[in-house]
């Protein structure tokens, strides 16, 4: 990246996530301490005068990296010239609101959201939803913007990544950061399959280290996909400061690189690895290499972790199917 600014367009700028957020995208956090930024905030007409507030907030903290803030209620404009864009702003389940129904509704959301970034991103952008259901609407916002290379739409699973290392560390008493090769597959829902079988605690495999199957399969992997879920119960809301971190280190690893020996877990288009079917926004472990993601090929898969991956695989099938369905895979119906 250049020392010109990068445009990083958030939406659902006035939301929990989005404040948790734009502050240390503003400090350097996410592109690094040389890069200054412009932050474009997109928000629904309702959303905008929070946004003016947060605005407010962010010109206090006299950033010396933020050269510019623009609040917008119109993506068109928002994601004019954008480098990376973190979609976040989605539409929440509603009570008595069937799946169907909240995937229509996000559909409305991100058609039109791939389509301007289709219309008016910079040729290097990278698109990073958070939004739920995250990969399904990577994958919509990825078929209404057919000029952009679908790699440059990934969809979140960062949080769920450092949940496993959160877990793994509690449970051997090790810093996270001897805690390497950990793996979340498929959807980031409640169906994702995380995976310790290739993991590294301090150079020696993390089952040999836990030596006890039954944790990992019982308690380990049920744990890490309803974190979510538990967050919302203790806290009466949805995770934000995690999920603003986790959006932080997946940008920042994809633009400047993954550390040396290790890997982290990205939702990104299948390529057909792993049997996942291609053009699906499944999660794998993958590097960062010279500003692109490669999926880490050649791991062995035993029969329980391809199990796992098949189950969550099947639910983004499903999902799939369900938005083809409704016509929100069509770019004529942005
Ligand atoms: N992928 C993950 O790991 C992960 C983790 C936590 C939360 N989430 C999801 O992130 C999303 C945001 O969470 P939050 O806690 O910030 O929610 P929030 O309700 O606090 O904020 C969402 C914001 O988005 C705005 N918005 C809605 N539609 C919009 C649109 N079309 N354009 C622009 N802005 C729009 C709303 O006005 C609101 O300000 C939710 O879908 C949540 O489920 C994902
Ligand atoms: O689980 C949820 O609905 C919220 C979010 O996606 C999370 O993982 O915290």
Redesign the pocket.
Known sequence: MSTLPVNVTV?????????ALLFRIASGQMLGPDVPVRLKM???P??VK??EGTAMELEDCAFPLLAGIDIY?D?KVAFDGVNVGLL?????RGAGMERGDLLAANGG?FG??GAAINAGAADDVRIL????P?NTNALIASAHAPDVPADRFN??????HNRALAQVAAKTSTPVGDITKVTIWGN?SAKQHPDLTQAVIAGRPATEVIGDDAWIKDDFVPTVAKR?AAIIDARG????A??AN?AIAHVHDWVNGTPEGDWTSVAMPSDGSYGVPAGLVSSFPAVSKGGAWEIVQGLELDDYTRAGIDTSVAELVEERDAVQELGLLSAANA
């Open positions: 939406t659902g700028a006035a939301g929990q996530i989005g404040y997109l928000e629904i309702q959303g929070a946004a209620d993506p976040v702003g989605a539409r929440p959301i039109p959201q939803v958070v939004g739920n995250a969809a979140m699973m960062r949080l769920d980031h979510g809301a949805s995770s934000a995690s999920a986790a």
